[in-house]
T-cell receptor
């Protein structure tokens, strides 16, 4: 069974204080690892998809990296508007439907 | 705006009732996925349709059913509603490059 664990559950940062969010996964074969941002009551907003170990992707203050067992979302010099829940999900090879299995998320709060 | 649309935004109903949630995928996307998000369960996959046919099933209750129509929009039907069915219901579609985009969701409250 595919499993995704995110840590920490919650993270408080001061504006400008860089940090990393962790996503550990267990999957029979990885098709892709997805990162989303979700604001309260809204739909998940697509950030990145990573497909193979060693791959990195960047978008503004966010950088996602992937190893064979985990992914990190690095946030550089965060701003209050980066406050949200960040979700990680895996898509396994061999699944007919290519559905996503999600972790529980990391709630990020950035204080000015 | 992801391009995935869902209606209604909010739905309040009573136990035992039946409701229908509607979703239109992004233009050109053939797949539609339904997910449920509750406070204690996180995002859970329910069911997927691809070009009108059911492709995969997740933790979907027998009281729930879905279909995808020829114009590719999809409907999720929830019947004999219980208090525990209160949740956010999201629809998603997959682009040709494999990215999965979610709609804004329908918040269902069962009283």
């Amino acid at each position: 069974e595919d499993q995704v664990t995110q840590s920490p559950e919650a993270l408080r940062l001061q504006e400008g204080e860089s940090s990393s969010l962790n996503c550990s996964y267990t999957v029979s074969g990885l098709r892709g690892l997805f990162w989303y941002r979700q604001d309260p009551g809204k739909g998940p907003e697509f950030l990145f998809t990573l497909y193979s170990a060693g791959e990195e992707k960047e978008k503004e203050r966010l950088k996602a990296t992937l190893t064979k067992k985990e992914s990190f979302l690095h946030i550089t010099a965060p701003k209050p508007e980066d406050s949200a829940t960040y979700l990680c999900a895996v898509q396994a090879l061999g699944n007919a439907g290519n559905m996503l299995t999600f972790g529980g998320g990391t709630r990020l709060m950035v204080k000015p | 705006d992801s391009g995935v649309t869902q209606t209604p935004k909010h739905l309040i109903t009573a136990t035992g009732q039946r409701v229908t949630l509607r979703c239109s995928p992004r233009s050109g996307d053939l797949s539609v996925y339904w997910y449920q998000q509750s406070l204690d369960q996180g995002l859970q996959f329910l069911i997927q349709y691809y070009n009108g046919e059911e492709r995969a099933k997740g933790n979907i209750l027998e009281r729930f059913s879905a279909q995808q129509f020829p114009d590719l929009h999809s409907e999720l039907n929830l019947s004999s509603l219980e208090l525990g069915d209160s949740a956010l219901y999201f629809c998603a579609s997959t682009s040709r490059s494999g990215e999965v985009y979610f709609g804004p969701g329908t918040r269902l409250t069962v009283l």
